[in-house]
């Protein structure tokens, strides 16, 4: 159609990936004014002729390298840390402003780390590059956020169930791969990208240990989660497991306050929270299930309920959360992040 001066030119880095393709499909979904769509990938997709589809249309990929950036408005970087660190940085440099959904720049103290139902108000501070949370820690920020700002919390124990598309296609395929097969009685042979079988299983490994023997995956929830809200000293104990589950990662978490915060109140919050839906009701058994979750951008959270294990007279909740990691973990928090940048 007719191209107006807010339309904008958006490249998506890694566009036929898990993450890519739901990046083209929330930009569509949320009317994003994409006046000309770049969607990046590998040589392999481009040599095999790969389109996406946008709008009703096939889009040819195009050759990630620093001269597609030419002219590029807003990047969603959907790529592998080292493919974001090598060429995001070539993208800022052409005009650019990079919306990423790697770990490459997410630390970096120029770089600001949001989920804009928190922090949006630190995207002004970027310096061509916003990056996106990890998705287990942006899923558990977003319902513990409200009860922060009631109570002040101070700690967290978490406990994540995270599903096999967390690892992107390949991790999807292997689980169906594997299903079938152990429903087949077959060999279960390689278990690429997972270092054990999944199904059937579950693995306590999302990453490699640090010498303390915590992985990756556990490490991000604190020190992102204290970049995010502003809590440098929040102390965050955290186990990180792959389920055989397709889609949505599920959290339990429990929280400490330094206020009183009753379950009454926090539901109250959370029931008012943006980005949250509060499913409880456990005599019905209703509470939020990944099933349940996957496919659309909400949070949904349940079994609410005291920490029995408080010290008298301490403030200290435990909850159940799911959210589809590839959408408000991954692709729906990156377009809401570029409709600030708007």
């Known amino acids: 159609g ?22 083209l499909v929330s930009l569509e979904e949320r009317g994003f004014p994409v006046g000309r769509l770049v969607p990046l990938a590998s040589a392999r997709s481009v040599e095999a002729g790969r389109v996406v589809r946008f709008r009703g249309e096939d889009v040819p990929v195009e050759l990630a390298r620093p ?8 990047v969603l970087g959907a790529a592998s840390d080292e493919l974001a660190g090598k060429l995001l940085p070539e993208a800022v440099k052409r005009g650019a402003t990079c ?18 139902e928190i922090n949006a108000a630190d995207i002004a501070g970027n310096n061509g590059i916003v990056s996106n949370p990890n998705c287990a820690t942006i899923i558990g920020l977003v319902p513990l956020w409200p009860l922060h700002q009631a109570a002040g919390l101070t700690r967290l124990v978490v406990s994540t169930y995270q599903a096999a598309s967390g690892a992107g296609m390949a991790g999807l395929r292997e689980l169906e791969r594997e299903t079938r097969a152990v429903a087949a009685d077959e060999p279960m042979g390689q278990t690429d990208p997972f270092a054990h079988q999944l ?28 970049k995010i809200m502003h809590l440098p000293d929040l102390r965050v104990n955290c186990t990180c497991v792959r389920v055989p589950v397709a889609r949505s990662h599920s959290e339990s978490i429990t929280c400490e306050f330094t206020r009183p915060l009753s379950v009454d109140q926090a539901r109250e919050l959370l029931e008012a929270a943006p980005g949250v839906r509060v499913v409880d009701d456990p005599a019905a058994g209703v509470y939020p299930m990944p099933l349940d979750t996957s496919d659309q951008d909400l949070i949904w959270v349940g079994r609410l309920r005291r920490d029995l294990s408080a010290p008298e007279g301490a403030s200290a909740l435990t909850f159940w959360c799911c959210g589809d990691q590839i959408r408000k ?10 409709e600030h940048l708007l």
């Open 199 to 226: 199904a059937h299983n579950l693995i306590p490994q999302i990453g490699g240990f640090d010498e303390m023997g915590y992985t990756s995956e556990e490490m991000k929830m604190q020190n992102e989660g204290r």
């Open 99 to 116: 919306v990423d959904n790697s770990h490459a720049f997410r630390l970096d103290a120029d770089v600001p780390l949001v989920v804009p």
């Open 2 to 23: 007719e191209r107006h001066m807010s339309d904008k030119t958006v490249a998506i880095l890694g566009a036929t990936g898990v993450v890519g393709t739901q990046m």
């Open 329 to 338: 973990g991954a692709a729906t928090n990156a377009v809401q992040i570029a």
């Open 67 to 74: 001269e597609a950036f030419e002219g590029v408005d807003i």
